[in-house]
């Protein structure tokens, strides 16, 4: 069965703290890990879509990777606006819909 | 720019009643997207149409719930006789397209928020 999950479930930084946020998938054939952003009482917004393993994709202080069986999202120097639920969802092979984990709750203080 | 809207943003209902969720995707969009998101958890996939076509309908939690895109824009999210267990997030999302590796992202409405009591 197509799996993913996200650590840690919640993540505390002080600003400018850099940390990394993990999903790990289990999926019969990947066809694109997509990273989301969602802020409370809003739908998730778009970051990245990764294809394949070694792939990085880069916006302001984001980064996200790919290896075959885990996805990164590295956050360097945060600040507080970047507070907010990190979604990772796979696209399986036949499949056009989107497996969620369960997200990542970052909270940024000054 | 326009984004996908959702109307209502909120809406209670008593335990029982029939609702209609509308969703209005970015225009020239092909594919349409419903998901159910509990609180705490991440979106969970009920059906999807390309068009006016329903293509798959295998997470919609039962006969319950029904989808319909007519004209392949605008769409609605219908549930008859709402259950406690319905309350939740329900978000709507559309694409460009579906394969390839470009113009596939999937981009989402703020949700509408259904209490049942």
């Known amino acids: 069965e197509d799996q993913v999950t996200q650590s840690p479930e919640a993540l505390r930084l002080q600003e400018g703290e850099s940390s990394s946020l993990n999903c790990s998938y289990t999926?019969?054939?990947?066809?694109?890990l997509f990273w989301y952003r969602q802020d409370p009482g809003k739908g998730p917004e778009f970051l990245f879509t990764?294809?394949?393993a070694g792939e990085e994709k880069e916006k302001e202080r984001l980064k996200a990777t790919l290896t075959k069986k885990e996805s990164f999202l590295h956050i360097t120097a945060p600040k507080p606006e970047d507070s907010a639920t990190y979604l990772c969802?796979?696209?399986?092979?036949?499949?056009?819909?989107?497996?969620f984990g369960a997200g990542t709750r970052l909270a940024v203080h000054p | 720019g326009a984004g996908v809207s959702q109307s209502p943003r909120y809406k209670v209902a008593k335990r029982g009643q029939d609702v209609a969720l509308r969703c209005d995707p970015i225009s020239g969009h092909v594919s349409l997207f419903w998901y159910q998101q509990a609180l705490g958890q991440g979106p969970e996939f009920l059906t999807y149409?390309?068009?006016?076509?329903?293509?798959?309908k295998s997470g919609l939690p039962s006969d319950r719930f029904f989808a319909e895109r007519p004209e392949g824009s605008v769409s609605t999210l219908k549930i008859q006789r709402t259950q406690q267990e319905d309350s939740a997030v329900y978000l709507c999302?559309?694409?460009?397209?579906?394969?390839?590796?470009?113009?596939?992202?999937?981009?989402f409405g703020p949700g509408t928020r259904l209490t049942v009591l």
């Open positions: 999302a559309s694409s460009l397209r579906l394969s390839g590796t470009s113009g596939n992202e999937q981009f």
């Open positions: 999926v019969s054939g990947l066809r694109g």
């Open positions: 990764l294809y394949s």
């Open positions: 969802a796979v696209r399986t092979g036949g499949y056009n819909k989107l497996i």
């Open positions: 149409f390309q068009n006016e076509a329903q293509l798959d």
